[in-house]
């Protein structure tokens, strides 16, 4: 189980249980100026950037167990690289995870894993842990029983492309790493995973993390293989429609209409303009103004951009404008929400 940023045996400044520690550390999977794809949704995957919050291995012996609390704007996941263990997701059956089990639980939800029905568990910030690096613990915890190890990590996707598709992951993702019918990829670097876990060796702490955050982005692309093609997968998988997103998404900031993104989807304008809305159930340019904005959004924690200069990158010409709309959407200035550090509201 993941502990938290530093030695500490209590909840640290900074984490509430419902927001991000202090120390991260993004991993850009990809250079998000990529070239024009023939594929809408594989471009769109380009653009995912992750932020490893922590990582965690746990060194446990039953009886035992841990409560993890609801994580907001996180994914947390784990690798069974020895042992077995139960996990328990609020809203969902327990399950049982084996040695070589992946699972990813997207919305940050919170759950418990422990070595059986029957063992108490404690709360996650009550559990003493030995840091190993800035983002890296390990935890040897429980009653001196059968073992298990599990390696655990809390991440965030940052980029708007990535809330867009988190919002759609259920719950619950698992992946049996052992099994056949996984890709060989994957399943080779869960192996791995595994053994670096098994005896940690001079840096070996970093080679897990980043393994470990390239097999989250494998398990979401092994789920899209079979996911429900509605509303925004469906869209980018659109022959016409997902070409004008890949468009938005490209150039967020070139001075688009109806009649240009029609155009990019040898489509006519009503016809465009009807399809666009009963796929993703909004308009072309509300969801050109959403996209622009939360990627401005993203921009002012993340820089220290002049807003006059960001408001022309986003397709605005004026900064009043800009600003006006911005404040709109998230009920924060922008300006205040630099200064402030102040986290909007989602938009509804």
């Not at 993941?2 to 991260?24: C, E, F, I, K, Q």
């Not at 003493?128 to 890296?136: F, G, T």
């Not at 996209?291 to 986003?314: D, G, N």
């Amino acid at each position: 189980m993941p502990a938290r940023p530093g030695n500490l045996s209590r909840r640290p400044d900074g984490w509430t249980g419902g927001g991000v520690p202090w120390h991260t550390e993004r991993v850009t999977i990809a250079d998000p100026q990529v070239p024009p794809a023939a594929d809408p949704l594989g471009e769109t995957l380009h653009l995912l950037r992750l932020t490893g919050i922590l990582y965690c291995r746990a060194e446990l012996t039953a009886p035992w167990g841990v409560d993890m609390p609801y994580l907001e704007g996180c994914m947390t996941f784990q690798v069974v690289t020895a042992g077995r263990c139960l996990l328990e997701v609020e809203g969902s059956e327990p399950v049982v995870l084996e040695q070589g089990s992946l699972t990813l639980i997207p919305h940050g939800t919170a759950h418990r894993i422990r070595s059986g029905p029957d063992a108490a568990s404690q709360p996650l910030f009550e559990i003493p842990v030995e840091r190993v690096s800035e983002r890296y613990e390990i935890m040897r915890h429980g009653g001196g029983g059968a073992f298990s190890h599990v390696t655990y990590g809390v991440v965030r996707f940052d980029h708007v492309a990535a809330h867009r598709l988190m919002s759609l992951l259920p719950r619950l993702l698992r992946i049996n790493a052992w099994d056949d019918d996984v890709d060989g990829w994957l399943q080779s670097t869960l192996r791995f995973i595994f053994r670096e876990a098994s005896a940690l060796r001079p840096g070996g702490e970093t080679v897990i993390t980043r393994l470990a955050d390239v097999v989250i982005i494998q398990a979401i692309r092994s789920w899209l293989n079979s996911a429900p093609n509605e509303g925004w997968l469906a869209a980018l998988r659109d022959e016409q429609v997902g070409k004008a997103l890949a468009a938005i998404h490209r150039a967020p900031g070139r001075a688009w209409t109806v009649a240009t993104l029609a155009r990019e989807a040898g489509m006519s304008r009503s016809a465009f303009s009807a399809r666009f809305t009963d796929l993703l159930g909004e308009s072309a340019m509300h969801y050109l103004t959403a996209w622009r904005l939360q990627l401005a959004r993203a921009r002012i924690q993340e820089t220290a951009e002049p807003l006059s200069v960001l408001a022309s990158h986003v397709g605005y010409e004026s900064q009043a404008a800009f600003c006006k709309a911005f404040k709109r959407m998230f009920g924060v200035a922008p300006g205040s929400l630099r200064k402030a550090g102040v986290t909007p509201r989602r938009p509804l």
